[in-house]
Protein backbone atom coordinates (compact mmCIF):
# COMPACT_ATOMS: atom_id res chain seq x y z
CA UNK A 1 0.00 0.00 0.00
CA UNK A 2 0.78 3.72 -0.60
CA UNK A 3 1.99 5.66 2.57
CA UNK A 4 3.34 9.02 3.49
CA UNK A 5 5.96 8.12 6.21
CA UNK A 6 8.17 10.08 8.71
CA UNK A 7 11.83 8.45 8.95
CA UNK A 8 13.28 10.90 11.43
CA UNK A 9 12.45 14.14 13.25
CA UNK A 10 13.53 17.67 11.40
CA UNK A 11 13.47 20.98 10.85
CA UNK A 12 10.71 22.14 8.19
CA UNK A 13 12.66 25.20 7.73
CA UNK A 14 15.48 23.20 6.52
CA UNK A 15 13.73 20.40 5.00
CA UNK A 16 10.56 21.11 2.69
CA UNK A 17 9.46 17.04 2.33
CA UNK A 18 9.74 15.44 5.63
CA UNK A 19 7.39 12.51 4.25
CA UNK A 20 8.03 10.04 1.93
CA UNK A 21 6.05 8.25 -0.16
CA UNK A 22 6.92 4.63 0.41
CA UNK A 23 5.27 1.11 -0.52
CA UNK A 24 4.67 -0.73 2.92
CA UNK A 25 2.24 -4.05 3.33
CA UNK A 26 -1.08 -4.01 4.21
CA UNK A 27 -1.42 -4.94 7.91
CA UNK A 28 -3.12 -7.69 9.07
CA UNK A 29 -6.10 -7.29 11.75
CA UNK A 30 -5.54 -9.32 14.83
CA UNK A 31 -8.05 -10.74 17.68
CA UNK A 32 -10.03 -7.63 17.72
CA UNK A 33 -8.40 -5.61 14.95
CA UNK A 34 -10.57 -4.25 12.05
CA UNK A 35 -8.65 -3.54 8.69
CA UNK A 36 -9.70 -0.37 7.48
CA UNK A 37 -9.65 1.11 4.14
CA UNK A 38 -8.69 4.56 4.46
CA UNK A 39 -10.81 7.07 2.34
CA UNK A 40 -9.90 10.61 3.93
CA UNK A 41 -7.42 11.52 6.75
CA UNK A 42 -7.36 14.88 8.81
CA UNK A 43 -3.93 17.50 8.41
CA UNK A 44 -3.49 18.39 12.06
CA UNK A 45 -1.01 21.03 13.93
CA UNK A 46 0.10 17.91 16.11
CA UNK A 47 2.14 16.36 13.15
CA UNK A 48 3.76 19.86 12.68
CA UNK A 49 4.50 18.88 16.13
CA UNK A 50 5.43 15.36 15.70
CA UNK A 51 7.69 15.89 12.47
CA UNK A 52 9.62 18.72 14.57
CA UNK A 53 10.16 17.00 17.69
CA UNK A 54 7.87 18.37 20.16
CA UNK A 55 5.66 15.20 20.38
CA UNK A 56 7.77 12.42 18.76
CA UNK A 57 6.71 9.41 17.20
CA UNK A 58 7.69 6.62 19.58
CA UNK A 59 9.55 4.80 16.88
CA UNK A 60 10.46 5.25 13.15
CA UNK A 61 9.57 5.24 10.69
CA UNK A 62 6.24 6.24 11.35
CA UNK A 63 2.71 6.72 9.29
CA UNK A 64 1.27 10.28 10.92
CA UNK A 65 -2.71 11.33 10.93
CA UNK A 66 -5.44 10.84 13.58
CA UNK A 67 -7.97 11.88 11.90
CA UNK A 68 -9.42 8.75 9.72
CA UNK A 69 -12.56 8.29 7.86
CA UNK A 70 -12.41 4.70 5.84
CA UNK A 71 -14.37 1.85 5.25
CA UNK A 72 -14.02 -1.61 6.94
CA UNK A 73 -12.35 -3.72 4.94
CA UNK A 74 -11.52 -6.67 6.74
CA UNK A 75 -12.31 -8.11 10.57
CA UNK A 76 -9.23 -10.09 13.09
CA UNK A 77 -11.48 -13.29 14.24
CA UNK A 78 -13.35 -11.71 17.66
CA UNK A 79 -14.46 -8.44 16.51
CA UNK A 80 -17.88 -8.29 17.25
CA UNK A 81 -18.90 -4.51 16.33
CA UNK A 82 -18.07 -4.32 12.65
CA UNK A 83 -18.64 -5.98 9.81
CA UNK A 84 -17.04 -5.06 6.26
CA UNK A 85 -18.18 -1.96 4.59
CA UNK A 86 -18.96 -0.28 7.82
CA UNK A 87 -17.58 3.14 8.04
CA UNK A 88 -15.72 4.09 10.54
CA UNK A 89 -13.58 7.21 12.17
CA UNK A 90 -10.60 6.90 13.86
CA UNK A 91 -8.93 9.65 16.34
CA UNK A 92 -5.87 10.58 18.19
CA UNK A 93 -6.84 7.40 20.66
CA UNK A 94 -5.50 4.77 19.82
CA UNK A 95 -5.55 2.26 22.49
CA UNK A 96 -5.21 2.12 26.24
CA UNK A 97 -4.85 -0.75 28.70
CA UNK A 98 -8.23 -0.64 29.50
CA UNK A 99 -7.94 -2.35 33.42
CA UNK A 100 -6.40 0.61 35.14
CA UNK A 101 -8.31 3.12 37.26
CA UNK A 102 -8.85 5.53 34.79
CA UNK A 103 -9.62 2.95 32.12
CA UNK A 104 -12.33 1.52 34.62
CA UNK A 105 -13.42 5.29 35.17
CA UNK A 106 -13.89 6.17 31.13
CA UNK A 107 -10.62 8.41 31.56
CA UNK A 108 -8.73 6.60 29.21
CA UNK A 109 -6.83 9.65 27.89
CA UNK A 110 -5.01 9.77 31.18
CA UNK A 111 -4.12 5.56 31.07
CA UNK A 112 -0.38 5.33 31.61
CA UNK A 113 -0.67 2.85 28.19
CA UNK A 114 -2.06 5.63 26.25
CA UNK A 115 -1.02 5.30 22.67
CA UNK A 116 -1.88 8.15 20.07
CA UNK A 117 -2.86 7.06 16.41
CA UNK A 118 0.37 8.16 14.34
CA UNK A 119 2.59 8.75 17.07
CA UNK A 120 2.50 5.26 18.82
CA UNK A 121 0.86 3.09 15.74
CA UNK A 122 0.62 3.96 11.94
CA UNK A 123 -1.90 6.30 11.02
CA UNK A 124 -4.10 7.48 8.10
CA UNK A 125 -1.39 8.80 5.87
CA UNK A 126 -1.51 5.80 4.18
CA UNK A 127 -4.04 3.59 2.24
CA UNK A 128 -4.87 1.19 5.43
CA UNK A 129 -4.62 0.52 8.92
CA UNK A 130 -5.86 -1.72 11.57
CA UNK A 131 -7.57 -0.35 14.94
CA UNK A 132 -9.15 -2.15 17.74
CA UNK A 133 -12.65 -2.19 17.16
CA UNK A 134 -13.55 -0.62 20.58
CA UNK A 135 -11.82 2.43 19.44
CA UNK A 136 -13.03 3.27 16.07
CA UNK A 137 -16.20 5.58 15.73
CA UNK A 138 -19.62 5.17 14.01
CA UNK A 139 -19.71 8.24 11.93
CA UNK A 140 -23.64 10.26 11.54
CA UNK A 141 -24.60 10.30 7.91
CA UNK A 142 -24.86 13.53 7.71
CA UNK A 143 -21.54 14.26 7.16
CA UNK A 144 -19.36 12.93 4.19
CA UNK A 145 -15.75 11.26 4.55
CA UNK A 146 -14.06 14.40 4.09
CA UNK A 147 -16.49 16.85 6.31
CA UNK A 148 -16.32 14.21 9.10
CA UNK A 149 -12.39 13.92 9.11
CA UNK A 150 -11.45 17.31 10.81
CA UNK A 151 -14.01 16.98 13.58
CA UNK A 152 -12.34 14.20 15.09
CA UNK A 153 -9.80 16.34 16.63
CA UNK A 154 -10.24 19.80 17.03
CA UNK A 155 -14.09 18.72 17.74
CA UNK A 156 -13.10 15.96 19.99
CA UNK A 157 -10.67 18.15 22.63
CA UNK A 158 -12.97 21.00 22.45
CA UNK A 159 -15.53 19.38 23.42
CA UNK A 160 -13.71 17.44 26.60
CA UNK A 161 -12.51 21.33 27.72
CA UNK A 162 -15.90 22.23 27.50
CA UNK A 163 -16.85 19.41 30.25
CA UNK A 164 -13.85 20.29 31.79
CA UNK A 165 -14.97 23.93 32.12
CA UNK A 166 -17.69 22.83 33.85
CA UNK A 167 -20.44 25.36 32.97
CA UNK A 168 -23.82 25.11 33.69
CA UNK A 169 -26.64 26.94 31.29
CA UNK A 170 -26.44 30.47 32.14
CA UNK A 171 -22.95 30.74 33.14
CA UNK A 172 -20.49 33.01 31.86
CA UNK A 173 -17.75 31.26 29.71
CA UNK A 174 -15.00 33.03 28.25
CA UNK A 175 -12.75 31.55 25.49
CA UNK A 176 -8.96 32.72 25.18
CA UNK A 177 -7.01 32.41 21.73
CA UNK A 178 -9.85 31.68 19.15
CA UNK A 179 -8.51 28.82 16.93
CA UNK A 180 -10.10 26.16 15.65
CA UNK A 181 -10.80 24.22 19.07
CA UNK A 182 -12.12 27.26 20.56
CA UNK A 183 -14.65 28.24 16.80
CA UNK A 184 -16.07 24.70 17.81
CA UNK A 185 -16.69 25.22 21.13
CA UNK A 186 -18.11 28.32 20.76
CA UNK A 187 -20.42 26.68 18.43
CA UNK A 188 -21.16 23.98 20.73
CA UNK A 189 -21.89 26.15 23.63
CA UNK A 190 -24.57 28.09 21.70
CA UNK A 191 -26.29 24.48 20.80
CA UNK A 192 -25.66 23.53 24.40
CA UNK A 193 -26.10 26.33 26.96
CA UNK A 194 -28.10 28.90 25.43
CA UNK A 195 -28.20 31.38 28.16
CA UNK A 196 -24.45 30.94 28.40
CA UNK A 197 -23.06 34.35 27.62
CA UNK A 198 -19.52 33.79 25.88
CA UNK A 199 -16.65 36.19 26.01
CA UNK A 200 -13.42 35.82 23.24
CA UNK A 201 -10.37 36.69 24.54
CA UNK A 202 -8.07 37.13 21.24
CA UNK A 203 -4.97 39.00 19.31
CA UNK A 204 -5.84 39.54 16.22
CA UNK A 205 -9.18 41.82 15.02
CA UNK A 206 -10.24 39.28 12.47
CA UNK A 207 -10.66 36.35 15.13
CA UNK A 208 -12.16 38.92 17.40
CA UNK A 209 -14.69 39.88 14.63
CA UNK A 210 -15.51 36.11 13.72
CA UNK A 211 -16.38 35.69 17.18
CA UNK A 212 -18.87 38.09 17.01
CA UNK A 213 -20.30 36.86 13.90
CA UNK A 214 -20.69 33.40 15.94
CA UNK A 215 -22.46 34.50 18.06
CA UNK A 216 -19.75 35.96 21.31
CA UNK A 217 -21.55 38.71 23.66
CA UNK A 218 -18.16 40.78 23.74
CA UNK A 219 -14.72 40.04 22.15
CA UNK A 220 -11.63 42.00 23.16
CA UNK A 221 -7.81 41.33 23.49
CA UNK A 222 -5.92 38.88 25.30
CA UNK A 223 -5.22 40.65 28.48
CA UNK A 224 -8.26 43.13 28.27
CA UNK A 225 -10.75 42.99 31.27
CA UNK A 226 -13.68 41.28 30.90
CA UNK A 227 -17.37 43.76 31.76
CA UNK A 228 -18.54 40.70 33.49
CA UNK A 229 -16.88 37.76 36.05
CA UNK A 230 -16.37 34.63 34.11
CA UNK A 231 -17.38 31.60 35.58
CA UNK A 232 -15.10 29.19 33.54
CA UNK A 233 -12.98 30.02 30.40
CA UNK A 234 -11.14 27.41 28.15
CA UNK A 235 -7.18 28.33 27.37
CA UNK A 236 -5.81 27.56 24.27
CA UNK A 237 -2.70 30.03 23.91
CA UNK A 238 0.39 28.75 23.89
CA UNK A 239 1.48 31.50 26.07
CA UNK A 240 1.72 32.62 29.97
CA UNK A 241 0.36 36.20 30.32
CA UNK A 242 -2.95 34.98 29.10
CA UNK A 243 -3.65 32.67 31.85
CA UNK A 244 -2.62 35.69 34.81
CA UNK A 245 -5.22 37.36 32.72
CA UNK A 246 -7.44 35.00 32.48
CA UNK A 247 -7.34 34.54 36.49
CA UNK A 248 -7.94 38.02 36.89
CA UNK A 249 -10.99 37.87 34.83
CA UNK A 250 -12.61 34.40 36.70
CA UNK A 251 -15.15 34.09 38.79
CA UNK A 252 -15.04 33.34 42.41
CA UNK A 253 -15.25 29.09 42.60
CA UNK A 254 -15.07 29.17 38.88
CA UNK A 255 -12.45 27.01 36.43
CA UNK A 256 -9.75 27.80 34.07
CA UNK A 257 -9.02 25.41 31.84
CA UNK A 258 -5.84 24.94 29.84
CA UNK A 259 -6.18 23.50 26.79
CA UNK A 260 -2.64 23.72 25.35
CA UNK A 261 -0.02 20.28 25.18
CA UNK A 262 2.79 22.84 25.82
CA UNK A 263 3.14 26.34 27.06
CA UNK A 264 6.27 28.49 25.44
CA UNK A 265 9.23 29.56 27.60
CA UNK A 266 8.73 33.17 26.17
CA UNK A 267 7.04 35.21 28.19
CA UNK A 268 6.65 32.59 31.70
CA UNK A 269 8.24 35.57 33.54
CA UNK A 270 4.54 37.21 33.55
CA UNK A 271 3.85 34.37 36.18
CA UNK A 272 5.98 36.61 38.56
CA UNK A 273 2.65 38.47 38.48
CA UNK A 274 0.54 36.57 39.81
CA UNK A 275 -0.71 37.63 42.84
CA UNK A 276 -2.68 35.09 45.09
CA UNK A 277 -5.70 37.26 46.93
CA UNK A 278 -6.57 38.27 43.18
CA UNK A 279 -5.89 35.40 41.12
CA UNK A 280 -6.33 32.38 43.15
CA UNK A 281 -8.31 33.42 46.61
CA UNK A 282 -11.55 32.01 47.08
CA UNK A 283 -11.21 28.45 45.50
CA UNK A 284 -10.50 29.60 41.78
CA UNK A 285 -9.22 25.99 39.81
CA UNK A 286 -6.81 25.46 36.90
CA UNK A 287 -7.23 22.32 34.89
CA UNK A 288 -5.17 21.23 32.09
CA UNK A 289 -6.80 19.18 29.10
CA UNK A 290 -4.54 15.70 27.94
CA UNK A 291 -6.06 13.99 25.06
CA UNK A 292 -9.10 12.63 24.33
CA UNK A 293 -11.23 9.91 25.88
CA UNK A 294 -13.90 7.81 23.87
CA UNK A 295 -16.40 9.46 25.11
CA UNK A 296 -15.29 12.68 23.97
CA UNK A 297 -15.60 11.55 20.39
CA UNK A 298 -18.39 9.62 20.12
CA UNK A 299 -20.62 12.03 21.93
CA UNK A 300 -18.92 15.09 20.18
CA UNK A 301 -19.26 13.82 16.46
CA UNK A 302 -23.10 13.03 17.15
CA UNK A 303 -23.73 16.83 19.00
CA UNK A 304 -21.75 18.02 15.83
CA UNK A 305 -24.24 16.26 13.48
CA UNK A 306 -27.25 17.37 15.55
CA UNK A 307 -26.23 21.12 15.90
CA UNK A 308 -25.12 20.74 12.58
CA UNK A 309 -21.37 21.65 12.53
CA UNK A 310 -19.99 21.31 8.69
CA UNK A 311 -16.95 21.78 8.28
CA UNK A 312 -15.20 24.20 5.32
CA UNK A 313 -12.78 21.27 3.64
CA UNK A 314 -9.45 21.90 1.55
CA UNK A 315 -8.63 18.41 -0.09
CA UNK A 316 -5.48 17.01 -1.52
CA UNK A 317 -4.13 14.04 -2.70
CA UNK A 318 -2.22 11.87 -0.07
CA UNK A 319 0.91 12.66 -2.44
CA UNK A 320 0.90 16.35 -1.29
CA UNK A 321 0.76 15.70 2.32
CA UNK A 322 4.11 17.39 2.71
CA UNK A 323 2.15 20.23 0.59
CA UNK A 324 -0.70 20.15 3.35
CA UNK A 325 1.54 20.78 6.22
CA UNK A 326 3.83 23.49 5.09
CA UNK A 327 0.66 25.33 4.11
CA UNK A 328 -0.56 24.92 7.52
CA UNK A 329 2.76 25.61 8.65
CA UNK A 330 2.40 29.18 6.83
CA UNK A 331 -0.62 29.39 8.52
CA UNK A 332 -2.00 29.08 4.62
CA UNK A 333 -5.62 28.21 5.98
CA UNK A 334 -8.78 27.82 3.56
CA UNK A 335 -10.80 25.33 5.60
CA UNK A 336 -9.41 22.07 7.27
CA UNK A 337 -6.89 20.33 5.32
CA UNK A 338 -7.96 16.63 4.47
CA UNK A 339 -5.89 14.05 2.26
CA UNK A 340 -8.25 12.27 0.11
CA UNK A 341 -7.42 8.94 -0.87
CA UNK A 342 -10.27 7.81 -2.70
ZN1 LIG B 1 -5.15 16.64 15.85
ZN1 LIG C 1 -5.41 2.11 31.48
Avoid at 34 to 47: A, D, F, P, Q, Y
Avoid at 125 to 134: K, N, R
Avoid at 265 to 284: C, F, G, Q, S, V
Amino acid sequence: MKAMVLNDICDLKKNRSPLQLKDLPVPTPREKDILVKISVCGVCHTELDEIEGRTPPSRFPMVLGHQVVGRVQETGPHVSRYKAGDRVGIAWIYSACGSCTFCRQGRENLCKAFRATGRDAHGGYAEYMTVLEDFAFKIPDVFNDSQAAPLLCAGAIGYRSLRLANIKDGQNLGLTGFGASAHLVLKMVRHKYPDTKVFVFARSEKERDFALELGAIWAGDTEDISPEKLDGIIDTTPAWKPVVAALSNLNVGGRLVINAIRKEDRDKDYLMKLDYPEHLWLEKEIKSVANVARNDVSEFINLAAQIPIIPEIQEYPLESANEALLELKDRKIRGAKVLNLS
